[in-house]
Structures are given as structure tokens and as C-alpha cells.
């Protein structure tokens, strides 16, 4: 009995020492790690006390841009429905898009159709801002010619849109324009629409030797 007493005593004092060695090695093993862990968490700031930014002036919400223009273009789609009932045998259509009235004329309605926009007091568009052409080879009137016009009293703008080609001139808005002088003789010079009654139709741009007209599709 005494001999397996001592041998329990001794398999006991090895489960302890064995117990308190595992311990203290776990101890020693996972204390590391959380001391740096609490010296890193030193550095990294609590962002749910950082300081925020300033708050600014409320904004106001995203709308559709096409809605600002929603009542200008109503009163644009009655001008041109009162253009129409004024010029039925010249305008042809009109169109509106944002802020902008376009109307569409034969080239036979042209000086009436202008001098209509000039001189009537609901128009009054007494200035012509520039005149252009657009190529475009595929149609059969293939050069479309544009006129904007501005009209200083009523505070807006106009655009006036005719055809032709190479053989079908446009008359010239010089007798209602004098402005009109250098921008029919620039669109000749570019795109080679010839204006008629224009007093002085040559090439305003390039060489009176050119051959050719640089701002068509098929030029070279």
C-alpha cells in the first residue's frame, strides 16, 4: 500500500509540473501577441470619435435638365404654330428642342418668310447672328442653309433653315441684312451655294485661284 502511495504522489507531481509547464509556455506564447496587438491599437485612430467635416449648404435635388426648359419650350411650340398661321404657304415645319426654335422654308419663302421675322412687331428680329451651311451628300438637296437671327427687343433667337445644291440657288437676305453680306459669301467660298441678287458673290476665305470648296463631305 505504500509503495503504490508513493507512486500516486509521484504520477501527481508530474501531472502538475507537466499542467503548470503548459501554462506557462501558453502564457508565454499569447501574452506576446496581445501586447503588440495593444501598442498597435495605440496608433489607429477611433474613427467614431474623428473629427467630420463642416456641413455645407443643403443642395438641391438631380432633375431631369430637359424640365427647365419644359415651360420655354410650350411658349416656343405656340410661336411657331403662330408663325405658321401667319406663313402657311411658306413655313413648312418647325421644331423646337431645349430653348431653341428652329422653322423650315423652301428657298422660294426665304425673303418672305425673313422679312415676315424683321419687320412684324411680334418678331422684331431686326439682327442676323451668322449664316451657315451643313453638307449632306446622301439627300437630294443636299446643302442646308441656316440663318440665326436675334431679336434685341423681345430678348430671343430664331433659327431659319432653306436647301439647295449645286444648280438651285438660295436668294440673298442681303436687301433685309447688310450683315448678311460676308457670311453668303463665306458659305459660297466653303460649300459652293450660290446666292442670287448678292452684290458681291466671290470667295471671301481662299485663294481666288482654289479649286474646289473645302467644307464639303466630298472634298479632297
Request: aromatic fraction near 12%; glycine fraction near 4%.
Amino acid at each position: 500500500m505504500a509503495a503504490s502511495r508513493a507512486l500516486m504522489r509521484l504520477g501527481g507531481s508530474r501531472t502538475l509540473g507537466s499542467a503548470s509547464w503548459s501554462s506557462r509556455c501558453v502564457r508565454a506564447f499569447s501574452s506576446s501577441p496581445l501586447q503588440y496587438a495593444s501598442k498597435a491599437e495605440d496608433h489607429v485612430p477611433n474613427m467614431r470619435h474623428a473629427q467630420r467635416p463642416p456641413q455645407g449648404e443643403l443642395r438641391a435635388p438631380i432633375v431631369n435638365p430637359a424640365d427647365k426648359y419644359q415651360d420655354k419650350a410650350e411658349s416656343l411650340h405656340k410661336y411657331g404654330q403662330y408663325i405658321m398661321s401667319c406663313l402657311p404657304k411658306y413655313v413648312q415645319q418647325f421644331s423646337v428642342w431645349k430653348d431653341e426654335l428652329t422653322i423650315y422654308v423652301p428657298p422660294s419663302g426665304l425673303i418672305p418668310v425673313m422679312s415676315f421675322l424683321k419687320y412684324h412687331t411680334a418678331a422684331e428680329f431686326t439682327q442676323i447672328s451668322d449664316i451657315t451651311a451643313v453638307d449632306y451628300p446622301t439627300r437630294e438637296q443636299r446643302f442646308e442653309v441656316v440663318y440665326n437671327l436675334l431679336s434685341v427687343r423681345h430678348n430671343s433667337r430664331i433659327r431659319v433653315k432653306t436647301y439647295a445644291d449645286e444648280a438651285s440657288p438660295v436668294p440673298s437676305v442681303t436687301c433685309l441684312y447688310d450683315g448678311a453680306l460676308w457670311y453668303e459669301r463665306e458659305v459660297y467660298d466653303m460649300f459652293g451655294v450660290f446666292f442670287t441678287g448678292h452684290p458681291d458673290l466671290r470667295r471671301i476665305m481662299t485663294d481666288y485661284g482654289f479649286d474646289g470648296h473645302p467644307l464639303r463631305k466630298d472634298s479632297r
